[in-house]
C-alpha cells in the first residue's frame, strides 16, 4: 500500500488496468460503470477518478481523501460521493477541507456524506477489534453510507 500511495502513476496504472479489464468482460454494460472502496479501496476509486477514467461515478467509504496530485478542471468524468468518519485520525479535519476545494475547482459533481462520531473503518465489523485508536465499526455510520451509495447508483443508473 505503501509503495502505491508514493507512487500516482503507478496507483493510477494499477486501478486503470483493473478498470480495462473489467470492461473486457462479457456481459459489462461500458456506459453503466461506478467503483466503490473501502479504506485503501476508497483513495484507490478517488484516484481512478482523479486520472480521468471513464465510470458515471465513485463511492469511497473511509478512504484517505488527500492526494499528490489534486484534480484540475476536466480531469473527473463521473460524479463522486465520499463517506467520511468525522472522527477519523486518518483524515484529519484540513485534509476533508483540501478535499471539498479541490472537488470544487475542478468542477466535480460530488457529495461528502460526514457521519458524526465515527472513525475510521466504521463499515468493518471487525474493525473494533483491532485495537487500533480511531478506527471502529459503526453501524450507523455504516447503514446511512449504503443508504447513500445506493441512491447515489439509483440517481446515476435508476433504480432496480
Excluded at 467509504?61 to 460521493?81: N, W
Amino acid at each position: 500500500m505503501m509503495e502505491l500511495r508514493s507512487d500516482v502513476d503507478l496507483l493510477r496504472g494499477r486501478v486503470n488496468a483493473g478498470l480495462t479489464a473489467l470492461r473486457a468482460q462479457p456481459g459489462v454494460d461500458a456506459k453503466r460503470l461506478g467503483a466503490i472502496g473501502f479504506c485503501f479501496g476508497g483513495l484507490c476509486v478517488l484516484e481512478l477518478a482523479r486520472s480521468g477514467a471513464d465510470v458515471a461515478g465513485v463511492v469511497s467509504f473511509h478512504g484517505i481523501l488527500r492526494t499528490d496530485r489534486p484534480a484540475r478542471s476536466g480531469d473527473i468524468k463521473g460524479k463522486v460521493l465520499a463517506c467520511h468518519g468525522a472522527a477519523d485520525p486518518f483524515v484529519p479535519a484540513e485534509e476533508v477541507a483540501g478535499f471539498e476545494k479541490e472537488l470544487t475547482e475542478a468542477g466535480v459533481d460530488w457529495h461528502l456524506l460526514v457521519n458524526g462520531g465515527a472513525g475510521h473503518g466504521f463499515t468493518n465489523p471487525g474493525a473494533s477489534n483491532l485495537g487500533v485508536p480511531g478506527v471502529a465499526y459503526d453501524e450507523r455510520a455504516e447503514r446511512r453510507s449504503f443508504a447513500a451509495m445506493r441512491d447515489f447508483f439509483d440517481a446515476l443508473f435508476g433504480a432496480p
